[in-house]
C-alpha cells in the first residue's frame, strides 16, 4: 500500500501536545441542535433508540492536501427529544480497504452531549505517496443493546510542494489553541460551505470581529515574534498584524486549507499577512489586519521604501498589466536601482518592450528629487511575458541620489509594440 506518514511529525506544526486534542468536542450549531431537556416531560413518549438519526456527516472539504487537517463534522437527531440514558461514541479511520483503523478513539457520553450539540473531529494524515490515498471515516452511536453507524470517504492529494509551507520559518508562531476552534465553530457553520473562497471569507470576518483593534495609543502592544500568544490576542481581543494573521491562519488550517505567514516591510515595519494554497493551485495574500484591504490579489502601495523588500504588491496604474512578486528599491555602485519579481496579470502574453514606467524618486522629507518619464519595465533576459509568467526584471538610473522612497507609475502600454 505504501508508507503512511504517522501524526506524530506533524503534532508539533499545530503545537499540540496533549493527544486529547484530537477528540472530538462538543460546539454549538444553532440550525440542528435541539433544546436542552432538563426535567422530565411526562407528555412526551419514551425514548426510542431506533428513530435515531445521524443529521449530517461530511468534510469540510471533498479531499485534503497531504499533511493538512482533516476536518469532519456531524450531528445527531432524536425526535423524543429525552433520554436518561448515556452513550458510547466511536469514530474510526481507515486507510484505502484496510480493515484495521488508521487512527480510533471511543468515549462515553450523556443524552446532551450527544443530541443538543454538533460533533466536530480532525486528525492530520500525511502521506507520502504521489498517488493518490482513500481515506475513509466511520462514526458510530451506541446505546445498550442496539447501535447507529454512517461512513464517508474521502481522498488525499499528494502535493511534494505544499510540505515546505509546514516548515515555513514563521511556521512555529502559528499555535493550536482549542478554546479558539471551539468558539470560531460555534459561530460558523464549518460544514455548511460548498465555496472555498466564501469559507475563507468567513473565517477572516470572524477573525476581524473578535479581535477589534486596539486604541491608538502608546500603550498599543508591540509586537514580539518571542511571546506572540495568539489565545490571549482572541480572547481580550487585542492584536496587531502579527496576532490577528496567526489566528486566521490557524483557521484556515483546521479548515482543511494550506497556510502560511508572510511579512511585508511596510512604512519601516514589520507587516504580518497570510497566503493560503487555492483550489486553483496558487498562493493568495490576504490582509487579516485590513490597513491594506488585500484579499487574494496584491497590496496597494504607492511609495516603495529604499533596501526595503515588499512582496505581492500591485502598483495602481500598472495593475491592469503587471503585479510584483517582489520589488525591492536599493543601490548600484552608488546608482538607484529597482529589482524583484513580476508577473503578467494581463489577458494575455505581453511584449516585454511594450510597458513605459515613470519613475520619481523622494527624500526623507518627501521632497522629489528625481523624475524620469517613460523608462522601459522588461523582464530580466526576456523578449516577452507569457500570461501568467514570472520573470526577473531590473530598473537602473544611472546618476548618483541620495533618496529614501521611490514610486513607479504607467506612463504608456501598448499590446503590439509598435
Known sequence: MGKIAIIIGILGFFGVNEIHQFLPFQVIDTGNSQNSNTSLDLSKPDFQFD????????TTKPFFYNGSTNLICYSFYNPN??????FTL????????????????????????????SRLNWIVINSDRENKDNIRFRVALGQEVKSLSSEMD?????????LPYLENKNSSLITWDNQIVKDFVSQTNICSYYSEENLIKTILKTTQNVMNKPAETKEILKYNKELIDSKNSWKNKIGTSSEYSVVFAMLLRISGIPSKLEINYLDGKEYYYVKYYSEGGEWKPVDVYGDYRNFGNCFNISLLKKDQTSKNICIESLKQYISFQEITPSDFLGWPEINGVMKNVYDSDLKSYCIKV??????????????????????DGKDY???????????????????????IKLNEFSQTCL
Do not use: M
Request: no cysteine; proline share 2%; hydrophobic share 30%.
Open 81 to 86: 427529544n429525552r433520554s436518561e440514558y448515556n
Open 90 to 117: 466511536i469514530g474510526e479511520w481507515f486507510i484505502q480497504n484496510n480493515q484495521t483503523p488508521y487512527y480510533e478513539y471511543k468515549e462515553n457520553l450523556s443524552y446532551d452531549e450527544v443530541f443538543n450539540a
Open 385 to 407: 511575458l507569457e500570461k501568467g509568467g514570472l520573470a526577473n526584471f531590473k530598473l537602473l538610473i544611472t546618476e548618483d541620489l541620495d533618496y529614501d522612497k521611490v514610486e
Open 154 to 162: 474521502y481522498e488525499i492529494k499528494f502535493n511534494n510542494s505544499l
Open 51 to 58: 428513530d435515531v438519526k445521524l443529521n449530517h456527516l461530511n
Open 358 to 379: 515613470d519613475i520619481n524618486l523622494y527624500d526623507e522629507l518627501g521632497n522629489k528629487i528625481y523624475s524620469e518619464k517613460g523608462k522601459y519595465l522588461s523582464p
